[in-house]
């Protein structure tokens, strides 16, 4: 074995060619242009690979979380949320490139653009960005190859990242052991939307709702909304969840008690999936900025408003949103519900 030979470095590194050189008017700054979008297809190709081996570990009808396969996942997302901080930084290489450089060559892209990178749409999909949710639905495929639309189309069809976290969480066990909640005692009233529902919820509620400052009761109605489904007449808003009430029960049970080392696993998958979320739109965010910075206002090659367009992008295409506003429902560690002894031994792992 070469090293040449073992990593094809004949194809990779025979693969830059110059438009503008072979239009007799070479611009130097085409080779670094050429070299960060490959380079960024390539990470891409990683991020796809990492968080697909993720799905299919997450696909199992029942996953051990006391075993390797959680620890797999977790270390998986947490090396895209690296991968995803180093993609953020190539930015200020690219950002060596000056407007005026960027215009010696920019008219000859056209209509080519990053708006074509079917991997980065992939990545999108596979992490649980639906269709409904994109910003721009009439033209995000509108300038893809057919090969590449099926591929995104795909992913957008198969359980993404963040169905399979919410299969998950509903699956988790706890509320549904009577045996270990015998001594959990709660003195709350049980009102309309915690009937039917485990009795940890009716006093959590309870405690939730007396933490709200004057200014925030508000809070109260959305919390009833997350955790029980109850609607306050906003039927989009209800139709745009991805996470269920079960789900988002499960998940800020997590959060709450994540010191016991059972919930420690899972509360660092939830962790790094907002690491991922944040990664993903700082990358957005200094994309656009170097957009601005480079080409003003003027459209993109690709065809959209430019910089407007990535503006909107950026503020819809959050993908663990529903995950991150459960920190809206904290409180204090001091005031939490004291867990029964039988719970305390379930996740603390005590015999
Ligand atoms: C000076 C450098 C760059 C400029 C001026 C630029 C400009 C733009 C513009 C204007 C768009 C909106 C679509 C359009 O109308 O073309 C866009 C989209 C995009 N660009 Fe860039 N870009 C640059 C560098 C990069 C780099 C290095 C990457 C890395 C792969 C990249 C990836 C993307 C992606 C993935 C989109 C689609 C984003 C989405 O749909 O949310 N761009 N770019």
Same mark, same amino acid.
């Given at each position: 074995?070469?090293?040449?030979?073992?990593?094809?470095?004949?194809?990779?590194?025979?693969?830059?060619?110059?438009?503008?050189?072979?239009?007799?008017?070479?611009?130097?700054?085409?080779?670094?242009?050429?070299?960060?979008?490959?380079?960024?297809?390539?990470?891409?190709?990683?991020?796809?690979?990492?968080?697909?081996?993720?799905?299919?570990?997450?696909?199992? +009808?029942?996953?051990?979380?006391?075993?390797?396969?959680?620890?797999?996942?977790?270390?998986?997302?947490?090396?895209?949320?690296?991968?995803?901080? *180093?993609?953020?930084?190539?930015?200020?290489?690219?950002?060596?490139?000056?407007?005026?450089?960027?215009?010696?060559?920019?008219?000859?892209?056209? $209509?080519?653009?990053?708006?074509?990178?079917?991997?980065?749409?992939?990545?999108?999909?596979?992490?649980?960005?639906?269709?409904?949710?994109? #910003?721009?639905?009439?033209? #995000?495929?509108?300038?893809?190859? $057919?090969? !590449?639309?099926?591929?995104?189309?795909?992913?957008?069809?198969?359980?993404? *990242? *963040?169905?399979?976290?919410?299969?998950?969480?509903?699956?988790?066990?706890?509320?549904?052991?009577?045996?270990?909640?015998?001594?959990?005692?709660?003195?709350?009233?049980?009102?309309?939307?915690?009937?039917?529902?485990?009795?940890?919820?009716? !006093?959590?509620? %309870?405690?939730?709702?007396?933490?709200?400052?004057?200014?925030?009761?508000?809070?109260?109605? /959305?919390?009833?909304?997350?955790?029980?489904?109850?609607?306050?007449?906003?039927?989009?808003?209800?139709?745009?969840? +991805?996470? +269920?009430?079960?789900?988002?029960?499960?998940?800020?049970?997590?959060?709450?008690?994540?010191? #016991?080392?059972?919930?420690? /696993?899972?509360?660092?998958?939830?962790?790094? /999936?907002?690491?991922?979320? !944040?990664?993903?739109?700082?990358?957005?965010?200094? %994309?656009?900025?170097?957009? %601005?910075?480079?080409?003003?206002?003027?459209?993109?090659?690709?065809?959209?408003?430019?910089?407007?367009?990535?503006?909107?992008?950026?503020?819809? %295409?959050?993908?663990?949103?529903?995950?991150?506003?459960?920190?809206?429902?904290?409180? !204090?560690?001091?005031?939490?519900?004291?867990?029964?002894?039988?719970?305390?031994?379930?996740?603390?792992?005590?015999?």
């Amino acid at each position: 074995m070469h090293y040449s030979d073992y990593l094809h470095l004949d194809k990779i590194l025979g693969a830059q060619f110059l438009e503008s050189e072979k239009r007799n008017s070479p611009a130097h700054d085409e080779m670094l242009f050429i070299i960060i979008h490959q380079t960024y297809e390539l990470w891409f190709k990683q991020l796809l690979f990492e968080i697909s081996s993720v799905n299919q570990i997450m696909q199992q +009808s029942s996953l051990n979380d006391n075993s390797p396969e959680l620890q797999t996942v977790v270390h998986r997302l947490s090396r895209s949320g690296t991968i995803l901080k *180093l993609l953020v930084h190539q930015i200020d290489v690219m950002e060596t490139m000056t407007p005026m450089d960027f215009l010696d060559f920019r008219d000859i892209l056209r $209509p080519a653009s990053g708006f074509q990178s079917w991997q980065f749409k992939e990545l999108e999909a596979t992490l649980g960005l639906k269709y409904a949710q994109r #910003y721009g639905q009439e033209y #995000y495929i509108s300038k893809l190859r $057919p090969g !590449e639309i099926e591929k995104i189309k795909k992913a957008e069809t198969e359980q993404s *990242l *963040l169905q399979l976290v919410n299969s998950w969480l509903e699956r988790m066990p706890f509320f549904n052991e009577a045996g270990s909640w015998k001594n959990f005692e709660s003195n709350a009233k049980a009102e309309e939307p915690v009937i039917g529902v485990h009795t940890f919820w009716k !006093e959590y509620r %309870h405690r939730y709702q007396n933490s709200l400052a004057p200014e925030e009761q508000s809070n109260a109605a /959305l919390f009833d909304f997350v955790f029980f489904g109850v609607r306050e007449n906003d039927k989009e808003m209800e139709s745009s969840r +991805s996470v +269920s009430p079960a789900a988002c029960r499960s998940a800020l049970f997590i959060m709450l008690y994540r010191g #016991y080392p059972m919930l420690q /696993l899972p509360f660092q998958l939830l962790n790094q /999936l907002l690491e991922i979320d !944040e990664q993903l739109s700082t990358w957005r965010y200094r %994309h656009m900025n170097m957009v %601005h910075r480079t080409i003003g206002t003027r459209i993109g090659t690709g065809g959209s408003s430019g910089r407007e367009y990535l503006k909107n992008a950026l503020d819809k %295409h959050y993908i663990f949103k529903e995950i991150a506003q459960l920190n809206s429902f904290l409180i !204090e560690r001091k005031k939490l519900p004291k867990l029964s002894s039988e719970m305390e031994q379930r996740v603390g792992f005590l015999t």
